[in-house]
């Protein structure tokens, strides 16, 4: 079975069909994960707060994320496949006025406190509709334009994936979200962890969460792009490997959707000093608004 690939301006298009199509299409990259240890180590180290004023109000910011604002971009987001109608995700927040329990996962680029977290929220708030962020772990602002801010998620500095799979049977048994985010894989690159093998972890880790909360939707994304070219072929392959298992879940019926936030980081070709910060690995402030531009593509559309 032939299987097709595409991107579409921010949010993932996968199906096993010829006919999945998009206005643009830009793969994300073939190249094979090599195992090299003499690469630079790439391990999460910690970076300055972002300012969010900053980036919420970066120029440019809604053309470029192509932000979710008609009907015919709903219908994209809540099936996920183009229209192709494979994945059909119903009702998946709570009604209005209960906020919908979203629990964003990962490594230290979903704990950095004013981070995309807070771009995502206020583009909820922008657009009056409610979300709350549900996890074991809490920092961040205390309120977002005079609204308080909810701060908790599973993000953890350093984790790579078989880490976070150590620990979201218990996140999702305390708290139980209806959507949760995944961006995680970042440091099995950095760590050059099994690398050939880390989209498999992935699959296990979808599996896992699908176990535990099987009409969760997931929300999964390629990884951000690192600033070292040996690394960053890595994450290409990465995130075509987690692209073919996402795609597969998906023609398999489970709910899920996928986001290309590398896809709209490498848009900009200042990606390296406008959108990463200066210890090539984190997002910038502008990088972050990016990023919860992107994520709010395909979660606005669900909320209420």
């Known amino acids: 079975m032939n299987l097709n690939i595409r991107w579409a301006t921010g949010l993932f298009c996968a199906c096993l069909l010829p006919s999945c199509s998009s ?17 630079p180590a790439v391990r999460e180290a910690s970076t300055p ?32 496949l183009s229209n192709d109608g494979q994945v059909q995700l119903g009702d998946v927040c709570p009604p209005a006025p209960q906020p919908c329990p979203i629990m964003p996962v990962g490594d230290s680029i979903t704990w950095i406190p004013e981070g995309y977290r807070v771009v995502e929220f206020r583009l909820s708030l922008m657009a009056k509709k409610s979300l709350t962020y549900v996890g074991s772990q809490i920092n961040g602002p205390t309120m977002v334009d005079g609204v308080p801010y909810p701060q908790q998620h599973e993000g953890y500095p350093g984790y790579e994936i078989n880490q976070i799979a150590g620990l979201i049977d218990k996140a999702l048994d305390d708290y139980h979200p209806r959507v949760v985010q995944l961006l995680i894989g970042t440091n099995d690159i950095g760590g050059n962890d099994d690398l050939a093998h880390a989209p498999d972890r992935y699959g296990k880790l979808l599996d896992q969460i699908f176990a535990r909360e099987p009409n969760a939707t997931i929300i999964g994304s390629t990884i951000t792009p690192l600033v070292d070219s040996t690394n960053n072929a890595r994450v290409m ?27 709209a980081f490498v848009a900009n070709p200042n990606y390296k000093t406008e959108y990463i910060g200066p210890d090539g690995v984190h997002p910038s402030a502008p990088g972050f608004a990016v990023m919860g531009g992107v994520w709010y593509k395909a979660l606005g559309p669900l909320l209420h």
């Open 23 to 39: 206005s643009s299409d830009t793969p994300i990259g073939t190249d094979s994960v090599a195992d090299d240890a003499a690469a």
């Open 49 to 80: 707060v972002v300012d969010v004023d900053a980036a919420a109000a970066h120029p440019g910011t809604d053309a470029m994320l192509g932000v979710a604002t008609d009907s015919s971009d709903a219908s994209d987001a809540r099936d996920g």
């Open 237 to 263: 392959a990465y995130n075509e490997g987690i692209a073919r298992v996402i795609a597969t879940q998906m023609a398999a019926g489970r709910r899920l959707l996928m986001v290309d936030i590398y896809g």
